[in-house]
């Protein structure tokens, strides 16, 4: 279900590139595992195609702003 969910918003025309898992680590400066990991928990989206992965730009961008700390001035 989550890749239909994902295939339709990509479908609709948005200017969302899909990027590899590679693509995706050098983003968040992790290791690769990092991504699977996050995929396979369902915390990052992604779309199989093949034996590979593909993550909308937006799921990256909303994955890595759910992970904000507000910072107060001491």
Same mark, same amino acid.
């Given at each position: 279900? @989550? #890749? @239909?969910?994902? #295939? @339709?918003?990509?479908?609709? *025309?948005?200017?969302? *590139? /899909?990027?590899?898992? $590679?693509?995706?680590? &050098?983003?968040?400066?992790? =290791?690769?595992?990092?991504? !699977?990991?996050?995929?396979?928990? $369902? #915390?990052?989206?992604?779309?199989?195609? $093949?034996?590979? !992965? @593909?993550? /909308?730009?937006?799921?990256?961008?909303? !994955? /890595? =702003? $759910?992970?904000?700390?507000?910072? &107060? *001035?001491?």
């Amino acid at each position: 279900m @989550r #890749e @239909r969910a994902v #295939e @339709r918003t990509w479908r609709a *025309g948005q200017d969302d *590139g /899909l990027l590899t898992v $590679g693509e995706v680590c &050098e983003a968040m400066r992790v =290791s690769n595992m990092t991504v !699977y990991r996050l995929i396979k928990s $369902g #915390e990052l989206r992604a779309i199989r195609l $093949g034996k590979t !992965y @593909r993550v /909308l730009e937006s799921d990256v961008e909303r !994955y /890595l =702003s $759910g992970l904000l700390v507000k910072v &107060e *001035g001491a």
